[in-house]
């Protein structure tokens, strides 16, 4: 029995690189069949061989022009030949009308890299040129897992080549952030159709949310922040503002992390009542039984992802059973401290859509996993 192309393209788009690589010499049907569009359409690949030169990359060099939707994830940043063969990638990826692109590392960083080099091939692959399509095609753009500080430049150089953006994510948790309001607002000039956002809190600005106010822009879906020991020196975004944006794009959804650098006086300052909060992670690894009320108080219409990082008591446990009776929306829940069995309870019976949760009424070895419910 013989499988059509279509089905066995289909098949093939499961595979890694270097699965497909092998595939490939199986028989010549399968082999012609690995350069049908399908099988390239969605494809990850991980640079980790710690070659310049990845024999499967290489072997399929002209077909990654064919890729539509991109994530590569860059293994152990020390090695210059990791990087270099993600910039191939990136160039001969670009060279064809890619839609959606992820750029990861993991692995440690080393000491004083400042990723100046994948920043400055990220802007050359993206850059329309003779025989090159850049990013003119680019509509999602995910730099969230990238550990190095991203420059301002770079976000507004890589607004100019995609004016076609959707969304655009740059909230990737370093120590510092470089991106102003001002980019921020040339970006969103540059970019009408943006729809979802990440950024760090600390490039909000009045003059953003204006921008994001303005009745020709389209509708605002999504908005992730990350609030670190910065935000302290900026004016918060008053409860008012929050106000005009969920008025002005009502299917917006915020997520919010508040990373434990930010100093604990501040959070309240942050939650504002009218946040349209669906994902909140509090990584304070102190004590939240205030947040969690403040919390409960303000986002039990809305929310739907929380994540606490804090010490076990009491007084928490309390809270946490007060949260799960009034957030029947939560479909999440993870506390990274001992808690009771009456709030593993409580949450089972008060959160009809809750299907994934991590609590745990015993320490465990790290890391903790969570508990799928069927």
């Excluded at 604990?264 to 300052?269: E, L, Y």
Aim: hydrophobic share 40%; aromatic share 6%; with cysteine.
């Amino acid at each position: 029995m013989e499988f059509p192309e279509e089905v066995l393209a289909h098949i093939f788009s499961y595979l890694s690189v270097k699965e497909r690589e092998s595939a490939s010499a199986v028989c010549t049907r399968w082999s012609q069949s690995m350069s049908h569009p399908r099988v390239w359409r969605y494809t990850e690949i991980r640079c980790e061989t710690g070659e310049q030169e990845d024999p499967a990359l290489q072997h399929f060099s002209s077909l990654l022009p064919l890729v539509r939707h991109l994530k590569i994830t860059v293994s152990s940043l020390s090695d210059p030949a990791n990087r270099s063969a993600a910039l191939s990638v990136l160039r001969l990826a670009t060279s064809g009308p890619l839609r959606t692109l992820s750029l990861s590392c993991s692995g440690g960083v080393p000491l004083f890299y400042s990723g100046r080099d994948l920043e400055e091939g990220l802007e050359a692959a993206l850059t329309a040129a003779p025989e090159h399509v850049g990013g003119a095609f680019l509509s999602h753009l995910d730099l969230r897992g990238v550990p190095f500080t991203l420059s301002q430049s770079l976000v507004r150089v890589l607004a100019r080549q995609s004016p076609n953006l959707r969304s655009l994510l740059v909230n990737n948790q370093t120590l510092v952030c470089k991106v102003e309001p001002e980019a921020v607002v040339e970006v969103l000039g540059l970019c009408p159709l943006l729809n979802t956002l990440g950024l760090f809190y600390t490039s909000l600005s009045q003059k953003v949310v204006d921008e994001l106010l303005l009745p020709q822009r389209c509708p605002l879906l999504a908005l992730e922040l990350y609030c670190e020991r910065f935000a302290k020196y900026i004016p918060p975004l008053e409860d008012s503002v929050w106000a005009g944006l969920k008025h002005r794009h009502p299917g917006l959804k915020v997520s919010l992390i508040l990373d434990h650098t930010l100093p604990m006086d501040h959070f309240s300052s942050v939650l504002q009542p009218s946040v349209p909060l669906q994902h909140l992670e509090l990584l304070t690894f102190t004590d939240l039984v205030q947040q969690t009320h403040l919390v409960t108080q303000s986002y039990s219409h809305a929310l739907e992802t929380i994540i606490l990082q804090t010490t076990s008591s009491p007084e928490l446990d309390s809270a946490l059973r007060s949260l799960a009776a009034a957030c029947s929306l939560l479909r999440e829940v993870h506390c990274y401290c001992v808690v009771s069995c009456d709030v593993i309870r409580a949450f089972k019976d008060g959160c009809p859509r809750l299907w994934r949760y991590t609590l745990k009424t015993r320490k465990e070895p790290h890391p903790w996993r969570c508990t799928v419910i069927k």
